[in-house]
């Protein structure tokens, strides 16, 4: 037998938090507002029936969706879990077009067939929106090795929530990566709930980025409500695996605001812990800190508001007004090319 290596993985290496200047912080604000505003509108058009299916908003993960997306270079690629309406804005993509996806309407980035959980859009390289838990994972080591197999430069991120860490597909997926040499980030935004479930009654090993160690992998943890430090330690890992090949896993502490989804109550929750929740609103501290260091007093910040208030209106307002898809088109996208005797039977049609 050969000898076995016995060496331990890497410690994690803690990325120093930059001074940015302040028209990046301002900015970083902008987009956090953006996406506040833009969940809150979500969330009103569901109660309204505008928006159909299952709908998770990015409320109170602000910080780390706009630290995650300024890490990454336009070239790069980008697989989410269901809860990416945020990611989706963060990549550059319209509201208007973000927005009418959610509605189902045809000018969507998934023309109107994928909603909420399934926003997808190839020119920002924004390869999905998976509905089902850590189905984004496979897909997205696959995207790493082909980048690897043709000698490419770009790095794909791979954002997942803290239950995914739980499933098959998550070690198989590390475990390749690893072995292989992705060029992958993988991110574990950890809200501290899986549904209803703390990640401590549902993980043996709560501190999520600890598991990359099974696989010989690098691994970090990062305050989600820092869009500095998310964003420093985001692009310290994307810079590695591009520089190196080597994949990396990062996780965000972020807490959702509000229930898994527009229609859980978050019942389990104490009015305690709902209260802390508030307290801890990465959007709200950003504006503290922005005002106490003269980056931006509250004229400023009323006019921001505003003009994010007009963009999201003008969202709702273009899907509002947007045609739905033409049922003809339904089986247009089932395949990348055509396939023989594919049926484009629908419910009603006669079998034979």
Known sequence: ???????????????????PQPETLVAYYRQMLLIRRFEERAAR???EAKIGGYCHLNLGEEATVTGLMA????????????????????????ARRVMAELYGRSTG????????????????RLLGGYGIVGGQLPLATGAALAIDYRGGDEVVMCQMGDGTTNIGAF???????????LPIVYVVVNNGLG???????????????KRAAAY????????????????DAAHAAVERARAESKPFLLETTSPRLRGHSVVDPARYRTAEEKDALKAADPLARLALELEESGFLDAEARDKLEAEVRAEVDDAAAFADESPHP???????YTYATPVPGASRRLPADPVF
């Open 71 to 94: 890490a990454l270079e336009p070239r790069d690629y980008l697989f989410t879990n269901y809860r990416e309406h945020g990611y989706a804005l963060g990549r550059g993509i319209d």
């Open 171 to 181: 070690h198989e997926s590390l475990n390749m990566a690893a072995l292989w040499e």
């Open 216 to 231: 010989r992998m690098e691994g970090a943890h990062v305050d989600g409500s820092d869009v500095i430090a998310v964003r």
């Open 195 to 209: 549904m209803g479930t703390t990640v401590a009654h549902a993980s043996a090993e709560p501190e999520l980025y």
């Open 109 to 124: 980035v998934s023309k109107g067939w994928g909603g909420s959980m399934h926003l997808f859009d190839t020119e920002s």
């Open 45 to 47: 058009a569901y109660t």
């Open 1 to 19: 037998m050969g000898d076995t290596d016995t060496r331990s993985p890497a410690r994690p290496r803690r990325p120093r938090k930059s001074k």
């Open 326 to 332: 033409d049922v003809s088109t339904l089986f247009d």
